[in-house]
C-alpha cells in the first residue's frame, strides 16, 4: 500500500538531513513541503515568529497541542536551554510514530516528552503525572475547534499562571473564530496578532500571542 504524508516527510528527513542537526530537519521539512507534497506544519515564515516568541517567553515548560509529525517540536526544543523541556499530546498513533523518529533525527529527545492521547484526556493530569505546575508556554495547533475548549480547561486545572504565554497557530486559515473571540474580549488576556501566511503559500494566516494578566 501506498506510503502515508508523514511516512514521506520521515523519508525526506533521513535522506536529507544530518543526525543531532535540529536546523537541517527543519530545513529539510520546509523543503519537501515546499517542492514536493504541502503539509500542515507551522512551516519557515510562522516558524520564524514561534520562534522568536519562545527566545522572549524562555520557557522551562511548554506545551503543544497536536504534534503531527513533529515539525514545530523540533522548532521549540532545539532554542530550550538544559533542564527546559516541551510536553506535546498526539493522539492519532501513526502521527505520534513518525514525530518520534524525526524528534530523536534532530537528538531533542532529551528535551521532548511526546505523549499520545487526546488533549482533553491528558490535561487534568499535568500536574499529578508531570510535575507541572504551570506551563510557561502553550503553542496551540491542534485540531481549531477544540482551541477554546482546551484553554478553558487549562484554566480550570491551574496550568495557565499570571504570565503564561499561549501562541495559536492558523487563527485565520484554517480559522478559530471563537478562540480569538474570547482571548481578544477576555480582561484576563492581552492578545496580539502576528500577520503571515499560511504554511508554503500565499494566503494569509498569523498566530495570535496571548499573555495570560492573573485573575
Ligand atoms: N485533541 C487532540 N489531542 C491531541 N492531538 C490532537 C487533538 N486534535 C488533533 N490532534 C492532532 O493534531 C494534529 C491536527 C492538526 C490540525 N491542523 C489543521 O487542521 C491545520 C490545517 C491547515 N490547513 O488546512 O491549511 C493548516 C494548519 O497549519 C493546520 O494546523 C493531528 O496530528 C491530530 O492528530
Ligand atoms: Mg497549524
Given at each position: 500500500t501506498r506510503t502515508s504524508r508523514p511516512q514521506r516527510i520521515l523519508k525526506a528527513v533521513q535522506t536529507k538531513a544530518t543526525v543531532g542537526d535540529p536546523q537541517s530537519v527543519i530545513t529539510a521539512i520546509d523543503h519537501f513541503c515546499r517542492h514536493r507534497e504541502w503539509a500542515?506544519?507551522?512551516?519557515d515564515e510562522k516558524g520564524s515568529i514561534l520562534d522568536s516568541v519562545v527566545n522572549e517567553v524562555s520557557p522551562v515548560t511548554v506545551l503543544e497541542l497536536?504534534?503531527?509529525?513533529?515539525y514545530s517540536t523540533v522548532r521549540i526544543a532545539r532554542l530550550l536551554p538544559p533542564g527546559a523541556c516541551v510536553i506535546t499530546l498526539e493522539f492519532n498513533p501513526d502521527y505520534a510514530a513518525i514525530a518520534r523518529q524525526v524528534i530523536k533525527w534532530s537528538g531533542l529527545e532529551d528535551k521532548v516528552q511526546l505523549v499520545e492521547g487526546a488533549s482533553g484526556d491528558w490535561i487534568p493530569w499535568m500536574k499529578e503525572?508531570?510535575?507541572?505546575?504551570?506551563?510557561d508556554l502553550v503553542f496551540l495547533d491542534h485540531w481549531k475547534e477544540r482551541y477554546l475548549p482546551d484553554t478553558k480547561l487549562l484554566e480550570e486545572c491551574g496550568l495557565?499562571?499570571?504570565g503564561t504565554v499561549l501562541l495559536a497557530d492558523n487563527v485565520i486559515c484554517p480559522g478559530t473564530p471563537d478562540y480569538l473571540e474570547y482571548v481578544r474580549n477576555s480582561p484576563h488576556y492581552n492578545s496580539q496578532y502576528y500577520r503571515s501566511h499560511l504554511e508554503y503559500t500565499k494566503a494569509e494566516d498569523g498566530l495570535e500571542k496571548s499573555v495570560f494578566l492573573g485573575y
Open positions: 500542515m506544519n507551522v512551516g497536536g504534534t503531527y509529525c513533529g503525572h508531570f510535575g507541572v505546575q504551570a506551563f495557565i499562571q499570571k
